[in-house]
T-cell receptor
Framework: QVQLVQSRAEVKKPGASVKISCKSS????????VHWVRQAPGQSLEWMGW????????ESSQKLQDRVTITRDTSVTTDYVELSSLTSEDTAVYYC?????????????WGPGTLITVSS | DIQLTQSPSFLSASVGDRVTITCRAS??????LAWYQQRPGKAPQLLIY???TLQRGVPSRFSGSGSGTQFTLTISSLQPEDFATYYC?????????FGQGTKLNIK
């Protein structure tokens, strides 16, 4: 069965960086995209970026592009998102989600989320 | 960026009620719209994609319709497990965007 397993919660200080992992299993890894979505406490969902199927090129939203790096290690079927220069506004649950690269492009499986708390 | 506006933001209803949530896009997105359900402390779950296609395993009381800029999610007869927050998402262009959410509470 399809599973996305994410790394554990972390507490970071302002100005630090964090790298979150998302290990996929149960499907052909390179046939699907993976997207990163975050959710601040009590807020809606914010799309951060994605990594393409096949060649595994990462792209981030314009809002976060200066601070976000999205990468993939196909050998261990794992995707990563790294966020730098953290502030309290980055406190959120971070989700990875599998996306279709054809058809209606929906996100059909999601990881359980990784809570990142930014606090001095 | 394409903005998605959901209405209402909050909805109180009873078990057995029929409810409808609306999502309006700031520009046309064809049928590239998905609906997700999120329960507290959990990841979103896909309900509907392509505006009207029910995801495998989702109960048939959920249905979606619309195209272009106006979309609806309907739950035909509310069950206790349906009280959650619902989000629409556009998949027509980048950045992918979500609506602000509709929280469905028990009346």
């Amino acid at each position: 069965q399809v599973q996305l397993v994410q790394s554990r919660a972390e507490v970071k200080k302002p100005g630090a960086s964090v790298k979150i992992s998302c290990k996929s299993s149960g499907y052909t890894f390179t046939d699907f995209t993976v997207h990163w979505v975050r959710q601040a406490p009590g807020q809606s969902l914010e799309w951060m970026g994605w990594i393409t199927a096949g060649n595994g090129i990462g792209e981030s939203s314009q809002k976060l592009q200066d601070r976000v790096t999205i990468t993939r290690d196909t050998s261990v079927t794992t995707d990563y998102v790294e966020l730098s220069s953290l502030t309290s506004e980055d406190t959120a649950v971070y989700y990875c989600a599998r996306g279709y690269s054809t058809g209606w492009l929906e996100f059909d499986y999601w990881g359980p989320g990784t809570l990142i708390t930014v606090s001095s | 960026d394409i903005q998605l506006t959901q209405s209402p933001s909050f909805l109180s209803a009873s078990v057995g009620d029929r409810v409808t949530i609306t999502c309006r896009a700031s520009q046309g997105i064809s049928s590239f719209l998905a609906w997700y359900q999120q329960r507290p402390g959990k990841a979103p779950q896909l309900l509907i994609y392509g505006a009207s296609t029910l995801q495998r395993g989702v109960p048939s009381r959920f249905s979606g319709s619309g195209s272009g800029t106006q979309f609806t999610l309907t739950i035909s007869s509310l069950q206790p497990e349906d009280f959650a927050t619902y989000y629409c998402q556009q998949l027509n262009s980048y950045p992918r965007t979500f609506g602000q959410g509709t929280k469905l509470n028990i009346k």
